[in-house]
């Protein structure tokens, strides 16, 4: 399948593009800097700003899915996600794609701990306020952005992200993190998120994976 994968340079993004060419897509990795992406053999690259929507739709065409892991490098950014994902859904219509595959995050949204445990409620809820409030408040954008859309779309919501091995298995849940869910690696969410391309089972649906 011909995928684009936005923010192939950060840690999912990687593990997207890796088990993608695994899985023998043809993958493109959109990245702000073509050289993030050196060494990498059987891609093509696509380089410019997330936020640019000419730059975005030239990724784009001719894609069948499109998969973004894009994350800003600051904590007190609340305009990337929502202004490159209103980019990448204006792209998808003018070219006709309509499998979207996008990584959030657990916790954005109150409610969606309560399976786990008390302590866990409460770092989470702490976390939504304090730290992650921007990072949190992008997410909550971004996503009411993708669901007043009619893609074929999926929200990958995991918690706790690990740069550790996979395991190759983990918990799945369409309302909340499962109790005890609070970290999973990033290569175990992209590997569930590359199986999504060939499901139906979760389109235009948030699941929760965690370990």
Same mark, same amino acid.
């Not at 959109?30 to 992406?37: D, G």
């Not at 949190?136 to 929200?155: G, V």
């Given at each position: 399948?011909?995928?684009?994968? =936005?923010?192939?340079?950060?840690?999912?993004?990687?593990?997207?593009?890796?088990?993608?060419?695994?899985?023998?897509? !043809?993958?493109?990795?959109?990245?702000?800097?073509?050289?993030?992406?050196?060494?990498?053999?059987?891609?093509?690259?696509? +380089?410019?700003?997330?936020?640019?929507? !000419? +730059?975005?739709?030239?990724?784009?065409?001719?894609?069948?899915?499109?998969?973004?892991?894009?994350?800003?490098?600051?904590?007190?950014?609340?305009?990337?996600?929502?202004?490159?994902?209103?980019?990448?859904?204006?792209?998808?219509?003018?070219?006709?794609?309509?499998?979207?595959?996008?990584?959030?995050?657990?916790?954005?949204?109150?409610?969606?701990?309560?399976?786990?445990?008390?302590?866990?409620?409460?770092?989470?809820?702490?976390?939504?306020?304090?730290?992650?409030?921007?990072?949190?408040?992008?997410?909550?954008?971004?996503?009411?952005?993708?669901?007043?859309?009619?893609?074929?779309?999926?929200?990958?919501?995991?918690?706790?992200?690990?740069?550790?091995?996979?395991?190759?298995?983990?918990?799945?849940?369409?309302?909340?993190?499962?109790?005890?869910?609070?970290?999973?690696?990033?290569?175990?969410?992209?590997?569930?998120?590359?199986?999504?391309?060939?499901?139906?089972?979760?389109?235009?649906?948030?699941? =929760?994976?965690?370990?």
């Amino acid at each position: 399948m011909r995928i684009v994968v =936005f923010g192939a340079s950060g840690g999912t993004g990687r593990e997207l593009v890796r088990q993608g060419l695994v899985q023998g897509h !043809e993958v493109t990795a959109f990245v702000r800097n073509r050289e993030s992406m050196a060494g990498v053999q059987g891609i093509r690259v696509a +380089a410019g700003d997330a936020r640019d929507p !000419e +730059a975005v739709a030239t990724a784009v065409q001719g894609q069948e899915a499109v998969l973004s892991a894009l994350g800003s490098h600051s904590l007190r950014d609340s305009t990337l996600l929502p202004e490159a994902t209103a980019g990448i859904l204006a792209a998808m219509q003018r070219h006709g794609a309509r499998r979207l595959i996008v990584l959030g995050a657990a916790g954005a949204w109150p409610g969606t701990t309560s399976k786990v445990s008390g302590m866990g409620k409460v770092i989470v809820g702490l976390l939504r306020l304090t730290l992650l409030r921007h990072a949190f408040a992008a997410q909550r954008a971004m996503q009411a952005l993708i669901y007043a859309s009619d893609n074929d779309w999926t929200i990958v919501q995991p918690p706790f992200l690990l740069n550790a091995p996979a395991r190759g298995k983990y918990r799945v849940d369409g309302d909340s993190l499962p109790p005890r869910g609070m970290r999973i690696a990033r290569a175990d969410v992209a590997a569930f998120m590359l199986d999504q391309l060939d499901s139906a089972e979760w389109v235009r649906k948030s699941p =929760f994976v965690t370990w």
